[in-house]
């Protein structure tokens, strides 16, 4: 019998053998987790797990590996003032994660990477995950953020100013104007409200997405209805999304996917000793 062709990057797309054939010459897959949270009147709500999705496509590609199937879900408690949002309590988020890595583990793939789409917003409950998963198998184990990988890259190719490269802003319209275009109505983006250079005195992130806006910081929650009614005037949005341009998009992406190859490289040359965890019903 002749050896499986590898169809597709993607697990749920493969036939079994053919992902058992693949095992025995490499064993990285990547996890893209996203979201289901509002980006505004102009973006799709499932632009997080876009990011998860066309990053992890483009790391894959670069690195040869395979990806398992994107998880729509993350930590959006925050956008809960808009309708649409579904998201997940933390530790159930990390839950979910550790067992998809369980499986993946007990298959064969010493090496799970967690592609987060949702950026930052679920840093902290992957980062648990991988954690846990790494302790009962000794697996690699890793989390890459698709807002943080790249961040001096996307920066450079930013046209708006320190402060507006936020939440469906340009990088993020950039993104799903590139790859889902079908789903953007420009028409409804926004004008940006952010003066340029204001900084607030107390910036609540301990870390961003915008190098150029880097600086001392606190972490303060905000409820849901907070959140909506102080973006109301920007319709859910943070950042400039009318600055936003397709290429611009397709160069994140591929940078973005540039920076999880690399990572990938070094995760390849690190020894592991697999303990496959048990089936779970």
């Known amino acids: 019998m002749t050896e499986p062709a590898l169809i597709s ?4 797309e493969l036939t079994w053998d053919v992902v058992e054939a693949r095992l025995k ?5 990547l996890v893209p987790i996203g979201a289901t949270e ?3 009147h102009h973006a799709p709500i499932m632009l997080d797990t876009a990011w998860a999705i066309t990053s992890s496509v483009a790391a894959a590609e670069i690195a040869d590996c395979l990806i398992a199937p ?6 959006s408690y925050g956008h809960m003032g808009f309708p649409g949002t579904i998201g997940l309590r933390a530790e159930t988020l990390t839950a979910v994660a550790v067992e998809i890595g369980q499986c993946l583990v007990r ?7 967690y592609v987060n789409g949702n950026r930052m917003a679920n840093l902290a409950p992957l980062e648990i995950a991988a954690v846990e998963l ?8 890793a989390v890459v953020d698709c807002g943080l990988v790249a961040k001096e890259e996307i920066a450079a190719l930013m046209d708006g100013p ?3 490269l936020g939440h469906a802003g340009e990088s993020e319209t950039a993104m799903v104007l590139a790859h889902y275009p079908h789903l953007v109505r420009m028409e409804n983006a926004p004008p940006n409200r952010q003066e340029e250079g204001s900084r607030p005195k107390l910036r609540e992130l301990h870390i961003t997405l915008d190098p150029r806006q880097e600086g001392n910081s606190w972490y303060v929650p905000r409820s849901p209805e907070a959140f909506r009614e102080q973006t109301i005037g920007r319709l859910g949005v943070v950042g400039d999304a009318r600055r936003a341009t397709a290429e611009k998009g397709v160069a994140m992406v ?5 920076g999880i190859a690399d990572g990938i490289a070094d995760a390849r040359s690190r020894p592991v000793t697999i303990q496959r965890p048990p089936i779970r019903g």
């Open 9 to 12: 990057r993607w697990i749920h």
């Open 134 to 141: 790494h302790l009962e198998t000794g697996a690699f184990a």
């Open 162 to 164: 320190p402060g507006t």
């Open 107 to 113: 298959h064969g793939f010493g090496r799970v990477i």
């Open 38 to 40: 509002q980006h505004g």
């Open 25 to 29: 010459k490499d064993d990285v897959v």
């Open 254 to 258: 591929q940078a973005i996917g540039r």
């Open 70 to 75: 994107p998880m729509h879900y993350g930590w």
